[in-house]
């Protein structure tokens, strides 16, 4: 393997054209203080001759739809000429300056930005670690997205620095803003390793390194390489260089667990609970997680949705196709694990049934544009940012089903995939739900328009019972009367999204945010369903069941006396003796194969 090490770089000028040089903007990153979770960031502009100059940070990071305000962490904000003569300069909006350049040729602009959160798009400094993304560090100046960067890093004694930019000379270089703001860096004491799928290398910083054991780096390594691998041959390619796998590990409580996909990296976190059980097997998130960031490569950091091409860091940007973008991934990255190996095929169904179970729990009618729009805002009733998952990953299977059945498997969502990134991504724009829809007719769906209007646009429920059996998966409706607390879970097990109003969680105190330890006497384990027990150890029993929470650092017991609700369910099995025809669409969507 190739690794790079390197402690802190010296800051001098990289050999560059003199054009070059001229119109890039120089970074430095420092540490102000690590125990104080504040890294110093320089920044010098080349001014073109203008009088005033006008920079901004982002407000969002691509990816994550939410609005984040990043230059709410700046302090000490300052500017200076070349010979450290300071500048006149004032806010122009929220997450906007203006620097006054006196007929400067450049200006040197300085802040430090405190990094004290636990986030996939945001900032962290600890007392031998940090990381960051672009979009948190990284000005640029209005109108001048296209202008390249080099980065430098002047860091203690003993820091390592990794990050998605390429190395360039002494430093680091950005051929624009976008790929200096998609860039995810470690600095620190981490671990290191890499491997090499079909010629390129990928590699991993895991964060803290006492988490990254042998046995952890043999499974890791493992799984991102068969999964590489499979997407590569699925897509035509790795669209990378360097392609690097950012991990880290969290051993404080958090609420969350998931990655963030970048044009050349994946950043994950994970809770220590949610990483590895006391034998050191993986969580059930860790493999659908990995599968799910490394396809993002090609659908959403290169197959993008019209409304986000160009990228606006100031403000949001609204499209109907992030069902696409999101849970389509998510269907591919299952059956990336499916496909490479990972997962049997009774791991796959198993997971797919957990999306149905959680399409079919969602307390009204639901459409998948509609969430697609609203996750900006985090909707509370109905948590649209997470239903376009599990929603979108059974369309992207009913879609594939239908067009494989149609053509006598001839054509697949794969082809619809491929298309859209050669149409498209490597025509340089991005795609309307009009273009999608072109494509799938293209590729023998039937009644595109009709099933568009119905189950994406619209509000009916899924047709399960229509399509599935066509891939030899048979569907059974049911209907339960059982025990009901009335919670809901955020993106960790057993950490509450949310309570039912009125409901018998509710009634007895307990708060989105809780996070479950205990109900009666059955521990709540993360990635573990622990429903059936309750429902079937208390079924019968009247009278409150205690249910011990966090809270704030704190545990408490709350007394939730159980409700009862009847649940109407859909079941999925594998057909005994499926048709040839069926048998045929389910090895197509297993191995990726096509009739030729």
Known sequence: MRLYRWSAIAVVPLLLSPKAVAQAVRYEVSVSSATGHLYHVKA???????????????????????????????????????????????????????????????????????????????????????????????????????????????????????????????????????????????????????????????????????????????????????????????????????????????????????????????????PTEMYVDASGNFGSFVRPLTAHEFFHLWNVKRIRPAEMWPYDYRAEQFTPLLWWSEGVTDYYGDLTDLRSGLWSDSDWLGNTQNNVDQVEQIPEPWSEEDGSIATWINEIYDNSSQMYYPKGSLTGLLLDISIRNATDNRHSLDEVTRNLYTRFYQQGKGFRTADLLTLLTEAGMPDVNGFYQRYINGRDPLPYEQILPLAGIAVQRTSQTSLFLGVSFGGVANVLGGVVDGGPAQQAGLQAGDTIVSVGDITVQPDKDWGPTFRSRYAGKTGPVPVVVRRGGQTMTLNVTPGQRTVTGVQLSRITNPTAKAAKVWQGIATGAVEK
């Open 44 to 270: 010098e502009f080349p001014t073109s001759g203008l009088d005033t100059l006008v920079v901004s940070l982002p407000a969002w990071s691509p990816g994550n739809y939410e609005i984040q305000n990043y230059a709410r962490f700046v302090r000490h904000f300052a500017v200076h000429d070349a010979t450290g003569k300071a500048l006149f300069w004032d806010r122009l909006d929220k997450d906007t300056w203006r620097a006054g350049t006196a007929k400067n040729p450049t200006v040197t602009i300085e802040f430090d930005y405190y990094a004290d959160t636990i986030d996939l798009s945001q900032a962290r400094l600890v007392a031998d670690f940090g990381q960051f993304l672009g979009t948190n560090l990284f000005l640029y100046q209005k109108g001048h997205l296209e202008r390249a960067a080099e980065v430098r890093f002047a860091l203690p004694s003993g820091w390592d620095v990794m990050t998605a930019l390429p190395r360039a000379a002494d430093g680091y270089r950005a051929a624009d803003y976008n790929e200096l703001a998609d860039a995810q860096t470690f600095v620190g004491h981490f671990a290191r390793d890499s491997i090499s799928v079909d010629g390129k290398w990928i590699r991993i910083g895991f964060w803290p390194s006492a988490d990254y054991t042998p046995a952890t780096s043999k499974n890791l390594k493992d799984g991102i390489g068969r999964q590489a691998a499979t997407q590569n041959k699925l897509m035509g390619g790795a669209p990378y260089d360097v392609y690097t796998v950012f991990f880290n590990i969290i051993h404080e409580p958090i609420q969350f667990g998931g990655g963030l996909e970048h044009a050349a990296s994946q950043y994950d976190i994970l």
